[in-house]
């Protein structure tokens, strides 16, 4: 026989070695899910934090046309009061509704006409109609984007004076007579962005909509060599500058005075790019990589702070943009995993955010990145705010309108507008609000 001084030797003390070696390893997973997946995403800058507290904000000022993605001021909020905003059980009064194809385009309003893109079989089209519903053109051309999360296009057509631009899903950037008499508006001119700029589609296709500030037209098509970020005029197309080599978001465009000069920010692949509006000259960037690349949502840009945020489990941050000694740099406010948008963008309504963290519509502090409330029950959406309300569109097509108050969600009426995907925002203009989905756009009356 055999003796061992080893104190595993015994059944009863291996058993209590394999507990506290499990215990230990269960510990030390732990701690690695801690370091990694919360205390690595929840961090703050107390200095950065209290000067925060201090900012006061602008408000968006009246209006009553949407002219491009997330309205006037591209910040998801309109100016419209007066609204109908306790809505019978059936909802408003539906005024139209017309047929459309795929696609997760918005509508901009604009002087009384209604624009938007979708799929007709093997064509992209751009449509308008007037305030009643009354098509007055439409223009389509050979583009057949297909896409296991949706077919068709993505972004949202930019009204600038008398011109309309649109970006379709392959990259087909066009110019158009906004206010045309039809049936037919051909278009001014269009460039291939992909092929112009030596760029590959993404995975889920060319979905920023573009923005124009001044006489310039900005675009991401994502190219390589220096052509990532595109300046063109807006009259004529003609290229101004390019600049960066990042691999392109499906984010949209910003543009704002930060730190004293005026900027365009991009939200690109590997994260925020701030540019020289003039020339297209780097001055910042902040690091935001996500799965699969999905820079998705719309910055949120308030005086020199910049409010970003990613689904996929990253969450979102604030980042404060300074100027010292001459030089742009960015610096964490904060960051958590408190909003983690994945196909819609959220709105900041006086010192709270509004938006879908995955599938819960949430209200966070501005100032903070603190969840004031939480409410389920539209699977992911998007929204807008007008007249002091949320105006909601569920993914699966419940619509609600609630009071934008960050004491607790308070609706004020819901109705069931479809049954089919719902990836496109929600627009209030005109006293009108405008809902779409895969196979139709609605339009109902908004005035008491």
């Known amino acids: 026989m055999t003796y061992s001084n080893d104190s595993t030797s015994s059944p009863g003390s291996r058993r209590l070695f394999l507990v506290v070696s499990g215990g230990l390893l269960v510990a030390l997973a732990g701690l690695i899910a801690y370091q990694v997946f919360w205390k690595d995403s929840a961090s703050e800058n107390p200095e950065r934090l209290q000067e925060l507290q201090n900012v006061r904000f602008k408000e968006a000022a009246a209006a009553s046309d949407w002219p491009q993605w997330r309205g006037p001021n591209r910040d ?8 109908l905003t306790t809505w019978p059980e059936d909802g408003p009064r539906k005024l139209w509704e017309r047929p459309v194809g795929a696609g997760y385009s918005a509508v901009a309003v604009a002087r009384g006409r209604v624009f938007t893109m979708f799929q007709a079989g093997p064509n992209e089209t751009v449509a308008c109609w007037d305030l009643d519903g009354n098509e007055i053109w439409r223009h389509q051309y050979p583009a057949n984007y297909r896409n296991s999360y949706g077919d068709g296009p993505r972004a949202t057509p930019t009204v600038d004076g008398e011109l309309v631009y649109t970006v379709g899903a392959t990259g087909m950037f066009s110019c158009f007579r906004a206010f045309a008499d039809g049936p037919h508006n051909p278009p001014l001119w269009t460039k291939n962005l992909l092929t112009e700029f030596g760029a590959e589609n993404l995975r889920w296709g060319v979905s920023f909509s573009p923005l124009v500030d001044g006489d310039t037209v900005y675009l991401n ?3 390589p060599n220096g052509k990532s970020l595109v300046a063109l005029d807006k009259k004529s197309g003609a290229i101004k500058w390019t600049s960066q080599d990042y691999q392109a ?5 910003m543009a704002a005075d930060i730190a004293g000069e005026r900027q365009i920010v991009f939200f690109t692949a590997p994260g925020l790019v701030g540019v020289a509006a003039a020339d297209g000259r780097l001055l910042w960037r902040f690091a935001w990589q996500t799965d699969f690349d999905s820079s998705i949502a719309t910055p949120i840009i308030e005086q020199d702070y910049v409010f970003v945020s990613s689904g996929y489990g990253k969450g979102c941050a604030m980042v404060k943009i300074d100027k010292l000694n001459g030089a742009f740099e960015p610096s964490l406010v904060y960051k958590n995993k408190n909003m983690k948008t994945h196909f819609s963008s959220c709105v900041r309504y006086k010192d709270h955010l509004y938006g879908f963290d995955d599938a819960s519509l949430t209200c966070l502090d501005f100032r903070t990145g603190k969840v004031a409330w939480s409410e389920r029950g539209f699977d992911k959406g998007s929204l807008m705010i007008a007249d002091g309300h949320l105006f909601i569109l569920g993914e699966y097509g419940t619509a609600a309108v609630a009071e934008a108050t960050p004491e ?9 507008f479809s049954s089919r995907k719902c990836w496109t925002m929600p627009v209030v203009a005109n006293g009108r609000l405008f809902l779409r989905d895969e196979q139709k756009l609605a339009c109902y009356d908004l005035r008491k």
């Open 408 to 416: 607790e969600y308070r609706e004020k009426g819901r109705f069931e």
């Open 249 to 253: 978001g499906y984010s949209s465009p």
């Open 76 to 83: 998801g909020v309109s100016g419209e009061t007066g609204l």
């Open 221 to 223: 098509p994502g190219g």
